[in-house]
């Protein structure tokens, strides 16, 4: 696909009446705190969003899966992506409107948002305890990010 397609849409991810908003914050963080403190930051707010969105009772990954992805797709925030691997269980966060609403310079932090909403989401279901949630990789064009939940 072309270039020029992907940015344009990944640019519509975010209501232009907060672009402005956030990306100054997110100067502003990026200015006054280190990249550590920001991760640290953003995975408090992620949790914070995961108690005032709390996952209902789930029998199976798939319900999970259904669920939190119901939460996203209600903000327009994509859907997530949850796969059982041999020694983790892969969570595939896609289109992310990070990039579009904060700015590719915070990039390095920003997904700590979904990270700290996964890892309470899991602990809400009983795993968060000695299972962590960890980035995997850094978010593509559109937004997407992987995240593992291992020991």
Known sequence: MDQT??????????????KGFLGAMAQEFSAQLPETDLRLLMQRIGARF???????????IADLQTAISGIWMEQDW????????????????????????????SLAWTPAFLEGAYQRWFHQMGAGQILDVKQSSDADTLGCVEFRLSR
């Open 50 to 60: 995961a108690d005032l969105a709390p996952v209902s009772n789930c029998q199976s």
């Open 5 to 18: 397609f992907i940015e344009y849409l990944s640019n519509q991810q975010c209501s232009r009446q907060w």
């Open 78 to 105: 994509g859907w997530v992506t949850l796969e059982e691997k041999d020694d983790h269980l892969s969570i595939r966060h896609n289109c992310a409107p990070i990039k579009a609403a904060f700015g590719t310079d």
